[in-house]
């Protein structure tokens, strides 16, 4: 019986080995991780200290796939001559800022949809974000350089043995990272010029009237800047150029080592106080975006005056920032005005009184202007020296019928713009009178 139940053992075994023999094995299945891919719209801008850096979140893994995985996006800024190797940029520059990412909701066919995200916890996948590096002075010279382990300069040598450029240049590289933490490849990278910014305008004047607000400021640099940017451009030398092949090097001119070349311009910048009525957005601006300021000129003023179009009874600060090349100043003094309405509108024009049976009719040129609130009606009869006012509430329209009127009897009329300003509306002075007897 022993004998027996071993043998059946035996054959258990043994037929299972010769099954596993029989089986075919596979290559093996990589594991599937999803890496982002790597962040290749990426734009830098500097406004005095200040850097905005603009980047993409990317959209998908670096295999096409979605959903992204993805948690944060770490920008790296460095300062140097020319930008380290990108797969050494983390080595040597410094992360700046960390963006972060609201990964897509899984999606469930035999769920309801998910809420939106709360753009407030992070950049969205394919959103735009800007953040700002405020350059401090170890910023502003030399970062770490790279050293290759086996010798190699990590900067290739300028050909025809041209010196490398003298300016510092700030590098930025972001880098995505997955929710385990693993970061994807490195991309594109921005770059801008540290040169010298330009002195800020100064003394920057706000005024207003009843249809812009004017500004007006002093040149970068003063008298002295105004003048030396206003220079004539160098006569050429007096000499006859040396022949071709003479042996005589050739002058070459020298490049300016401080400001960029070209004129100096300006751009207006513009911040109003919030609509007292308006509720205030929940959570406001998160901390790790920041917009790039857009100035309220289109393109860059050359003059050192410009209008706004103002809102009435609400703060307006300006600043005013001078550019040179790409090189932007920092801010000038805030200048801050609240325009408050009071110009009244124009007199209306062009008044006619045109009798007919039961009431005399009245008509006169429409104004134009923006806040018009409408018209009143005033009338005395002959003899009388007050007019009255008609219309209890102004009229739309700059016609009016009077059918009030006794025949026989002359009346004398009058007309008033008024605005729509609130408590009390701006009152334009009387029109010109007209007499009218009624039939």
Not at 18 to 23: K, V
Not at 25 to 45: Q, S, T
Not at 91 to 97: F, M, R, T
Not at 241 to 250: C, E, L, R, T, Y
């Amino acid at each position: 019986m022993r004998i027996g139940v071993r043998a059946v053992s035996v054959l258990a075994i043994a037929a299972s080995m010769g099954g596993a023999a029989c089986g075919k094995r596979g290559a093996p299945i990589p594991p599937n991780l999803r890496i982002p891919a790597a962040v290749e719209k990426i734009a830098a801008a500097r406004m005095g200290n200040d850097a905005y850096v603009t980047v993409t979140v990317p959209a998908t893994n670096i295999d096409e796939s979605i959903p992204i995985d993805i948690q944060r996006i770490d920008v790296y800024g460095y300062t140097g001559g020319s930008a380290p190797p990108t797969a050494r940029f983390a080595e040597v520059g410094a992360v700046v800022a960390s963006i972060p990412v609201v990964p897509p909701a899984k999606v469930d066919d035999d769920a309801p949809p998910p809420p939106p995200p709360d753009p407030s916890a992070g950049a969205l996948p394919g959103a735009a974000v800007t953040i700002v590096d405020t350059l401090t002075p170890d910023e502003l010279v030399q970062g770490r350089v790279y050293i290759d382990p086996r010798g190699f300069s990590p900067v290739a040598a300028p050909a025809g043995g041209v010196p490398a450029p003298s300016v510092l240049r700030r590098f930025y590289l972001a880098i995505p990272f997955n929710l385990r933490g693993r970061p994807g490849p490195p991309g594109m990278h921005a770059e801008l010029a540290l040169t010298p910014l330009p002195d800020p305008p100064s003394e920057v004047r706000a005024r207003y009237d009843a249809s812009a607000i004017s500004l007006t400021w002093e040149p970068s640099g003063g008298l002295l800047g105004f003048l030396l940017d206003r220079m004539l451009p160098p006569e050429s030398t007096p000499f006859v150029a040396p022949a071709q092949g003479s042996g005589v090097p050739a002058v070459q001119p020298v490049a300016d080592a401080g400001l960029p070349a070209g004129p100096t311009t300006y751009n207006v910048y513009r911040e109003i106080a919030p609509d007292p009525s308006e509720l205030p957005r929940a959570g406001g601006t998160p901390s790790w975006t920041t917009p790039l300021p857009v100035p309220i000129n289109q393109s860059a003023l050359t003059a050192t005056s410009t209008t706004d179009q103002p809102v009435p009874g609400r703060r307006h600060c300006y600043t005013v920032r001078a550019q040179r090349g790409t090189a932007m100043s920092e801010p000038s003094t805030r200048t801050c005005i609240t325009p408050i309405d009071i110009f009244p509108p124009a007199v209306p024009t062009g008044l006619a009184a045109v009798p007919s049976e039961g009431g005399i009719s009245l008509i006169w040129e429409p104004n134009s202007e923006l806040d018009l609130g409408g018209y009143l009606v005033l009338r005395r009869e002959a003899g009388d020296a007050t007019l009255r006012q008609l219309t209890n509430i102004p009229i739309v329209e700059a016609r009016y019928r009077d059918t009030d009127v006794r025949p026989g009897t002359r009346y004398v009329y009058s007309i008033v713009a008024v605005d729509g300003q609130v408590p009390l509306p701006n009152v334009s002075a009387e029109s010109e009178r007209v007499e009218e007897t009624a039939r």
